[in-house]
């Protein structure tokens, strides 16, 4: 499975942006996919999942109401949609992928064997 994370930029806070990640590769209806953040000196933190199949999906709590994941099957691609920016918001953004449910493991980025590159977004003040 390979993971292509884009859409990253600079905007300022209030803003809206959207960063899209394409799979390829073996990947099925059986996998979930997340997306991450990591700002400098601070560890990857959890942002939002979604399942291939059916409408199951996660949030953190920093993100809900202002973050919505959403996939295109066809197209292999999952989408986070960020709307209400906050300098706090800045940091690089990953995608990643493996088999399974959406449960309280979900969070963890150690349950991810696939990794895209990462894509960077920064809200100014």
């Known amino acids: 499975v390979q993971l292509q994370a884009s859409g990253g930029g600079l905007v300022q806070a209030g803003d809206s942006l959207r960063v899209s990640c394409v799979a390829s590769?073996?990947?099925?209806?059986?996998?979930?996919t997340g997306w991450f953040r990591q700002a400098p000196g601070k560890e990857r933190d959890f942002v939002a999942a979604?399942?291939?199949?059916?409408?199951?999906?996660l949030y953190a709590d920093s993100v809900k109401g202002r973050f919505t994941i959403s996939r295109d099957s066809a197209k292999r691609t999952v989408y986070l949609q960020m709307n209400s920016l906050k300098p706090e918001d800045t940091a690089v953004y990953y995608c990643a992928a493996d088999k399974g449910l959406i449960t309280s493991s979900t969070t963890d980025y150690r349950q991810y064997h696939y990794w895209g590159q990462g894509t960077l977004v920064t809200v100014s003040s």
């Open positions: 590769g073996h990947i099925s209806n059986r996998f979930i």
């Open positions: 979604i399942r291939w199949q059916g409408a199951s999906s």
